[in-house]
């Protein structure tokens, strides 16, 4: 097992992890992140714009992704997961366990011969299911590092990759590797995972070909999403009425996941502005319970979505179903004149889901975390980065639901941190 | 209107329901079965209690158009209960239709029915005991007294139901003689049947409550029209009267052992929460029929001169009489008419469209 020493070990390579990382990095510390996924990015790098800029989110993220891969003082570790960390006397070590690519990196000059003679068809996880990639490919098309993956459940070997591999670089017997990481300090930005699409049976998340997660329709949206263009997963068909369901996964005591997840509002606007620039003549209407627009400058995009006329209506949709055609119904409870359970058809139903911590335990790190499982911050308002253990910080939506704005800033205010805490620990030792 | 704050307040006493939580979303309007365009709950309702629109809730036929699925409750996202709302709107009103007051009081001092109950039943079992004269026709004369003393409470509450939802409005008597009102009243009211609305019927709780009804309404009819006489008459398995009583003991008693053990058990919405005076109702209706069924018993085995069928006689008779007097005008049971009595009001307010 080979060991590596490093200043901050920080598990996860979202925007917060990166930010923390090239933060890090430029103090003149080292920074060694692990992300368990094939390319650093996070969620970020799946969205397609963010709000209230409308910058296009890729445009963002692919810059920091860059900045921190080519990094002289941060190494990455992708594709690669934490077995733990240990607090010991002079600071952490941890176990990771990297996963077989099944492709030897060092030799791999990422062509894409490989992907191209590949006969398997798989779901692409990147796409949320939507589109379908090769069982050997780079995980899609900006991402870092361009190594393909092979799909170890889903390769019928038949070798054809590995004869038009022009570096021979194929290599079916990989296997896990672990190695040690010692460090003084730790950044938790683990991140979130967004609510199941069968938290609430009511809405057959999973059961409706036209109900989709929010993160799928952020794909549906993105420039270089899995169809190229906004079109319902059952037939094909260019939707004319598009429903947003807010408080899908959250502000719910009945799936037991009572608080706000801060994003879903503006996400939603967002999603709905861009929706009617992409499709002029399509009805958008977003059912919410509150809007929740906080943020600097949120309200503004709010009421500019509504100047676009994106139909806002107050209900809390109770249940969904479909037609004999695949259209979503819903029933809500019309509040304008008085109260009237009602039925409406659309063509396609985006769940605004909330999130939820993407880690239970924290790889044995014994950190304070709150009833939904987000990491405690006992001094939320001086310190945010600082968590129970001396050494381990955290940054972003590990520690509760935030924004990208919001996310970025406490990277930036964990980096500090740890920056001080490394130095400090330096003297004092 | 005046918003009233402390309406909300007084609701509360007859239930555990929390509907400050309640933020308007709609959800229980939307996942009700039942809840239908012009005649909506519970959010509505909800809303008219919050500000404290009283009149608007005793002229509502809303609260018996419920059937307490408990779908609202279990959806709700601020587990505010809105299907126990409900049921507490179903008694508050029940006090508010109540001339004497009574009502209110049993709901808020539920030990002073209790005793009540036990006291009269006493009283009346040492007075039936030390009574010299012919028991059986003194049977006879309180059973006959029973239909004038439920009439008339039954003829108050229908009266001011029909004042509060149609005639303070109309200001004037306008009645429905349409043929089909008249039928979907009388259906819902010997069926039940919008206990199938819910979207996953709970077959269960539907049989045993028209085992419990209908057991009790053959009850009722056998009592009130005094066809039964275990102390003068032998009765046998091929007398009229034994299939009669079998059935209602057996829908009483094993309807009635269901429904406690659900409230026992609360595993469903419907039964988690209960009103001491549900428990009351539900005890008495069994003691009922495992009373009459006794004394028919013994007098199927033992004649009507056996000394044990008058002491089961007297205690049934005893236990009814505490039941017509304390509980039948008071509290839950006149739910029995309020419900068909809703269907017919609300066709009636289409028929005439009284807004």
């Known amino acids: 097992m080979s060991t590596k020493n490093t200043d901050v070990l920080i598990v996860g390579s979202g925007i917060a992890g990166m930010q923390a990382a090239l933060?890090?990095?430029?103090?003149?510390?080292?920074a060694v992140i692990v992300e368990k996924s094939p390319s650093i990015g996070g969620k970020m790098i799946s969205l397609s714009k963010v709000f209230p800029t409308l910058d296009c989110a890729s445009c963002i993220t692919t810059p920091k992704m860059a900045a921190s891969s080519h990094h002289p003082r941060v190494d990455i570790y992708t594709y690669t997961e934490v077995k733990e960390i240990k607090k010991v006397s002079d600071g952490f070590e941890a176990v990771i366990i990297k996963k077989p690519r099944f492709v030897i990196e060092s030799e791999c000059i990422s062509c894409k011969k490989c992907e191209e003679v590949c006969p398997v068809y798989v779901k692409d996880e990147f796409e949320y299911g939507l589109g379908v990639k090769k069982a050997i490919s780079i995980p899609f098309t900006n991402a870092i590092p361009q190594f393909p993956v092979l799909d170890e459940s889903k390769c019928i070997r038949c070798g054809a990759c590995a004869r038009v591999c022009p570096k021979d670089c194929i290599d079916y017997l990989q296997k896990p590797e672990e190695i040690n990481i010692k460090s003084k300090a730790v950044i938790i930005s683990t991140g979130y995972e967004i609510t199941p699409m069968d938290a609430k049976k009511e809405y057959n998340g999973t059961k409706l070909p036209n109900v989709i997660s929010s993160l799928q329709a952020e794909r549906l949206l993105a420039p270089?999403?899995?169809?190229?263009?906004?079109?319902?997963?059952?037939?094909?068909?260019?939707?004319?009425?598009?429903?947003?369901v807010q408080c899908a996964g959250s502000r719910d005591e009945s799936i037991g996941i009572p608080y706000c997840s801060r994003v879903c509002c503006m996400y939603a606007i967002k999603q709905a502005m861009l929706l009617s620039g992409m499709l002029p003549l399509s009805e958008i209407t977003i059912y919410y319970m509150d809007i929740r627009a906080f943020g600097k400058g949120y309200e503004q995009f709010y009421n500019q979505a509504r100047a676009m006329g994106i139909n806002f209506v107050k209900a809390k949709v109770a249940k969904i179903t479909e037609d004999e055609e695949h259209n979503p119904i819903l029933r809500i409870d019309r509040q304008e004149d008085g109260s009237k359970p009602q039925e409406v058809k659309h063509d396609i139903v985006v769940l605004s889901q909330g999130l939820v911590p993407s880690t239970k335990n924290f790889f044995g790190l014994e950190l304070e975390i709150n009833e939904y499982g987000f990491i405690n911050q006992p001094q939320k308002t001086l310190s945010p980065a600082k968590t129970n253990i001396e050494g381990v910080f955290v940054a972003g939506v590990a520690s509760g639901p935030k924004d990208i704005p919001d996310t970025i800033m406490e990277a930036g205010s964990a980096a500090v941190e740890v920056i001080n805490y490394v130095k400090s620990v330096k003297v004092g030792s | 209107m005046k918003v009233n704050t402390k309406f909300i307040k007084e609701v509360k006493k007859y239930g555990a329901f929390d509907i400050s939580a309640c933020f308007n979303c709609g959800n229980c309007t939307a996942v009700c079965p039942l809840s239908k365009e012009d005649s909506s709950f519970p959010r509505k309702m909800i809303r008219y209690a919050q500000v404290g629109a009283e009149d608007k809730i005793e002229s509502s036929l809303e609260p018996w158009m419920c059937y307490y699925c408990g779908e609202c409750s279990d959806t709700c996202p601020r587990q505010a209960y809105p299907g126990e709302f409900m049921m507490s709107l179903r008694r508050y009103l029940i006090s508010r239709y109540d001339a004497t007051g009574l009502s209110k009081f049993f709901y808020m001092n539920s030990w002073a029915q209790n005793i009540l109950v036990i006291g009269i039943?006493?009283?009346?079992?040492?007075?039936?005991?030390?009574?010299?004269?012919?028991?059986?026709?003194?049977?006879?004369?309180?059973?006959?007294?029973?239909?004038?003393?439920?009439?008339?409470?039954?003829?108050?509450?229908?009266?001011?139901?029909?004042?509060?939802?149609?005639?303070?409005?109309?200001?004037?008597?306008?009645?429905?003689?349409?043929?089909?009102?008249?039928?979907?009243?009388?259906?819902?009211?010997?069926?039940q049947k919008n206990f199938s609305g819910c979207s996953e019927t709970d077959w269960t709780r539907w049989i045993a409550h028209l085992l419990v009804m209908s057991g009790y309404t053959l009850t009722l009819i056998i009592s009130n029209l005094?066809?039964?006489?275990?102390?003068?008459?032998?009765?046998?398995?091929?007398?009229?009267?034994?299939?009669?009583?079998?059935?209602?003991?057996?829908?009483?008693?094993?309807?009635?052992?269901?429904?406690?053990?659900?409230?026992?058990?609360?595993?469903?919405?419907?039964?988690?929460?209960?009103?001491?005076?549900?428990?009351?109702?539900?005890?008495?209706?069994?003691?009922?029929?495992?009373?009459?069924?006794?004394?028919?018993?013994l007098n199927m085995a033992m004649g009507p001169d056996a000394e044990a069928v008058a002491i089961s006689y007297k205690i049934n008779i005893a236990i009814e009489v505490a039941w017509i007097i304390i509980i039948v005008p008071f509290t839950k049971w006149i739910h029995i008419f309020f419900r068909p009595m809703a269907i017919y009001l609300y066709n009636l307010k289409k028929e005439k469209q009284l807004a």
């Open chain 2, 121 to 191: 039943f006493l009283v009346s079992l040492i007075f039936f005991i030390s009574y010299n004269g012919d028991f059986q026709e003194l049977a006879a004369k309180i059973e006959l007294a029973f239909p004038a003393y439920v009439t008339l409470a039954i003829f108050m509450y229908v009266f001011t139901m029909y004042k509060k939802t149609i005639l303070d409005k109309s200001k004037k008597f306008l009645f429905s003689f349409d043929f089909s009102n008249i039928k979907e009243t009388l259906i819902h009211g010997l069926t």
């Open chain 1, 23 to 30: 933060d890090i990095g430029d103090s003149g510390l080292n």
């Open chain 1, 224 to 244: 270089h999403g899995p169809y190229g263009k906004f079109l319902r997963p059952s037939d094909g068909k260019i939707p004319d009425s598009i429903a947003y």
């Open chain 2, 226 to 297: 005094h066809l039964l006489e275990p102390l003068k008459k032998h009765y046998g398995l091929l007398d009229i009267t034994t299939p009669l009583v079998f059935y209602a003991a057996f829908g009483i008693i094993a309807g009635g052992f269901v429904m406690m053990g659900r409230r026992f058990l609360k595993k469903i919405q419907s039964s988690k929460f209960s009103h001491p005076t549900d428990w009351l109702f539900v005890a008495m209706l069994f003691l009922i029929g495992i009373s009459t069924l006794t004394t028919y018993i």
